[in-house]
């Protein structure tokens, strides 16, 4: 006890023993439901003085007692905290470092104390995908959103594995809960994309690219979002062409051409509705007009097919010669118009308009060859074959992607090597890949 504590007893003690000598009279005390007792008043002081004093040390050990307590639970807490940073360090250095069992060992620790800490669980589900087992990452991801509700890492990789394991409604219905979230998640949006596609679901991925190009910010990448955008539609539409829903198809088409005039696929997609409809001389008009504003060429190669397919090749002879008179330094027209006189057999044209290209196109010492073959002169021919090898390729050009190079016999609307809508073209020049 301190010096000022007794001094506070010795002031106390002096006080009631000056009240005792003025104070000797008893006073009376009646228990509840007991009897009556009498005490001296200075007694009564004391009794008061000594449970008063009583009661404070009882209340101050209490509070020391749950003092001790709560320190003691909190360093307790404390060096869990520090055991588990330390576990969860060294499983990251394990994990860095290809150390699958010190990692799986220093995780498995972790969950054993700790069974709901998140982190640790998603660690130990991505190694489970690594390793392939996908069932067994799912349960670890899920333990960790359950941990965790609005844990994107876990829903991400959650949707990641059920892709995985080839279940696409619970992989969109993970990326749904991202997106209830975050409702501007922009891998999210990527991600569903991904998803939609494989499926071929247009009219989802439609909604689902406008808040993709919604969300973009870049002016180059806004441009990208955009013909990807075009691209889906075209899709949707073809769909409909697909299942003769001409009316939507149509309207589709010209949508996106409206948009976007070079939008090449959409062009012949208007053609096919229309012949789909009956309307084969509409068809063969409008590919006159979508080349007069595109100049593109494999649109002469449908117009081609359409025409010949009607049994009036002059119309289309005099289509050629018409655009000629108006671009007459147009090599690759020039081109469509001698493989046309090679076709019907119109030699002497077929030689004027050939000799003209020689050495433009690779396709050309083929075609002279073949004409030089009908004319009897063999060893013109045979000078005109060494020039190249295959003689079948000389009245069907490729097709090549201006993305990524990829070549193909047959147009299709999306290239399958780079998947980008409206790159196909045809492949004119010998050694050059240009647009048409």
């Given at each position: 006890?301190?010096k000022?504590s ?6 106390f003690?002096?006080v009631?023993?000056m009240?005792s000598?003025?104070n000797?009279?008893?006073t009376?005390?009646?228990?509840p ?12 002081i ?6 008063g004093a009583?009661?404070m ?28 940073s330390?576990?969860?360090n060294?499983a990251?250095?394990?994990?860095l ?11 498995d ?17 991505n190694?489970?995908t ?11 991801y ?19 594995v ?36 494989r499926?071929s679901r ?13 969300l973009e ?8 979002e955009k ?6 539609q ?11 829903e001409?009316?939507?198809a ?8 409206k ?14 509705t ?6 084969t ?17 494999l649109?002469?190669?449908r ?10 090749p ?8 018409h655009r ?8 690759g ?29 690779p ?19 045979v000078?005109?074959f ?7 390729s000389?009245?069907k ?7 990524c ?5 047959q147009w299709?609307g ?6 980008n ?7 004119l ?8």
């Amino acid at each position: 006890m301190g010096k000022l504590s007794i001094s506070v007893v010795i002031i106390f003690l002096a006080v009631i023993a000056m009240f005792s000598v003025f104070n000797n009279d008893a006073t009376s005390i009646t228990v509840p439901f007991g009897e009556v007792y009498k005490i001296p008043k200075i007694g009564l002081i004391l009794v008061s003085a000594v449970f008063g004093a009583l009661t404070m040390l009882v209340l101050f050990m209490v509070r020391d007692s749950m003092r001790f307590m709560v320190n003691y639970q909190a360093q307790r807490i404390h060096k869990r905290v520090e055991k588990i940073s330390e576990l969860y360090n060294r499983a990251l250095n394990a994990i860095l470092g290809e150390d699958t069992a010190t990692a799986r060992s220093s995780l498995d620790q972790i969950l054993k104390m700790d069974p709901g800490h998140s982190d640790a669980l998603l660690r130990m589900g991505n190694m489970e995908t690594r390793a392939g087992d996908f069932q067994q990452a799912a349960t670890y991801y899920k333990r960790a959103l359950d941990a965790s509700e609005r844990n994107l890492e876990a829903l991400f990789s959650l949707a990641e594995v059920m892709q995985r394991l080839e279940r696409l409604d619970d992989s969109l219905q993970y990326i749904d809960e991202i997106l209830q979230i975050d409702q501007d998640n922009h891998s999210a949006f990527m991600k569903k994309r991904a998803l939609l596609e494989r499926d071929s679901r247009w009219d989802d991925l439609i909604e689902v690219q406008r808040a993709i190009l919604r969300l973009e910010r870049d002016q180059q990448r806004q441009e990208r979002e955009k013909s990807i955008l075009m691209g889906y539609q075209y899709e949707l539409a073809c769909a409909a062409l697909e299942t003769s829903e001409l009316d939507k198809a149509n309207k589709g088409f010209r949508a996106i051409v409206k948009e976007d005039n070079d939008f090449i696929p959409a062009h012949v997609g208007v053609v096919e509705t229309m012949i789909a409809g009956n309307d084969t001389d509409g068809a063969v008009e409008y590919i006159e007009k979508a080349y007069a504003s595109t100049h593109v060429h494999l649109l002469l190669v449908r117009l081609e097919d359409i025409v010949i397919g009607l049994g009036d090749p002059l119309r289309l002879i005099r289509t050629y010669q018409h655009r000629l008179s108006e671009e007459p330094d147009n090599t690759g027209l020039r081109f469509f118009l001698a493989k046309l006189y090679f076709r019907l057999e119109m030699v002497d044209d077929a030689f004027r308009e050939l000799e003209a290209l020689e050495d433009t196109f690779p396709e050309v010492p083929l075609l002279l060859g073949e004409l030089y073959m009908r004319r009897q002169q063999c060893e013109k021919a045979v000078e005109q074959f060494k020039k190249t090898m295959k003689l079948s390729s000389a009245l069907k050009v490729p097709y090549f992607c201006m993305e990524c190079g990829h070549s193909a016999m047959q147009w299709v609307g999306r290239c399958p090597s780079c998947d980008n809508w409206n790159t196909m073209r045809l492949r004119l020049n010998a050694g050059q890949e240009r647009k048409d």
